[in-house]
C-alpha cells in the first residue's frame, strides 16, 4: 500500500497545474509583440530562421543597441534592426532593457524635457544609449552614464504614443 500512495500524490499534483506546464512549454513570453529590446553582448548572431540549424546572416556588434522584436516561435525571437533587416535571435542574446540609438544628424541631450533647456552633450548619429523612461514627446536617457532627455523624434527604439516608467 505504501509504494501507490507516493505515485498518487506525484500525478496528483501534476495534474494539479495542467495551465502552467502549457503555458511554459512553447517557451513565448506572451508580451505584446511587436515591442522593443536591445541586444545583451557585444556578439549577436542574427540567423535565417529560428534554430542552429539556420545560417548566420549577419553578426551584431553592438551591445545596448535596440531590435524590435516581431515574432515569438519558442526561444527564437524574429527581430527588425534599426535598417529595417530581419532575422531571428535566441531569447539569451536579448535584454528587456531598453535601448536607443541616435537617429538624428546632431542633437541635443538636454537637462530637463525642454528645448529651451541646458543642453548636456551633443549626440551625434549613431550613438547608442539606455532608455530610462518615455513620455509623450521626451524620454529620459542614459548616455555614457550621463542622464539627460531626448525627443522622440531623435532616436530609434520606442514608438511614438509609448508611455512608460
Not at 59 to 73: H, K, M
Not at 87 to 100: K, Q, V, Y
Amino acid at each position: 500500500m505504501k509504494n501507490t500512495i507516493l505515485p498518487l500524490l506525484v500525478c496528483s499534483f501534476l495534474l494539479a497545474f495542467p495551465v502552467a506546464a502549457a503555458e511554459d512549454a512553447d517557451n513565448t513570453t506572451r508580451l505584446p509583440i511587436p515591442r522593443f529590446a536591445a541586444l545583451r553582448s557585444n556578439e549577436v548572431n542574427m540567423r535565417a530562421g529560428p534554430g542552429l540549424r539556420y545560417p548566420i546572416e549577419w553578426v551584431f556588434s553592438r551591445r545596448g543597441l535596440p531590435v524590435e522584436i516581431t515574432a515569438e516561435y519558442d526561444v527564437w525571437r524574429r527581430v527588425r534592426d534599426p535598417d529595417g533587416a530581419e532575422g531571428w535571435i535566441s531569447r539569451i542574446e536579448l535584454t528587456g532593457r531598453r535601448g536607443a540609438l541616435v537617429t538624428s544628424p546632431r542633437c541635443s541631450l538636454k537637462k530637463k524635457r525642454n528645448e529651451l533647456s541646458e543642453t548636456l552633450a551633443h549626440l551625434e548619429a549613431g550613438a547608442v544609449g539606455q532608455i530610462v523612461s518615455c513620455e509623450r514627446i521626451w524620454c529620459k536617457v542614459k548616455f555614457d552614464g550621463m542622464k539627460g532627455y531626448l525627443r522622440k523624434t531623435d532616436f530609434w527604439g520606442a514608438y511614438p504614443e509609448e508611455i512608460f516608467d
